[in-house]
């Protein structure tokens, strides 16, 4: 049985593509019945939007690839500035 707890620790996970194909369909399960975590989820998205461009704004459902790549700048943004 997963909890919130659980969903919410994995989020950020999720939205960088880094969960296992099951966890991804149980987190995506879990966020459509409970208005808490999609709520969380949401936020984190906005924010991974806001800290890169605005090209996030065309991925659709579906994620995948695009949304990695996009991750990937993020990641490499952020070394590039903090180094
Ligand atoms: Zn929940």
Do not use: W
């Amino acid at each position: 049985m997963v909890t919130c707890k659980t969903i919410i620790g994995q989020i950020s996970d999720y939205l960088e593509g880094n969960v296992s194909a099951e966890m991804r369909e149980t987190i995506e399960r879990h966020l459509r019945g409970c208005r808490r975590c999609s709520a969380v989820y949401d936020s984190t998205r906005k924010m991974l939007v806001i800290m890169g461009d605005e090209t996030i704004f065309e991925v659709p459902e579906g994620y995948g690839n695009r949304l990695h790549s996009f991750v990937d700048s993020l990641v490499a943004k952020a070394k590039s500035s903090t180094s």
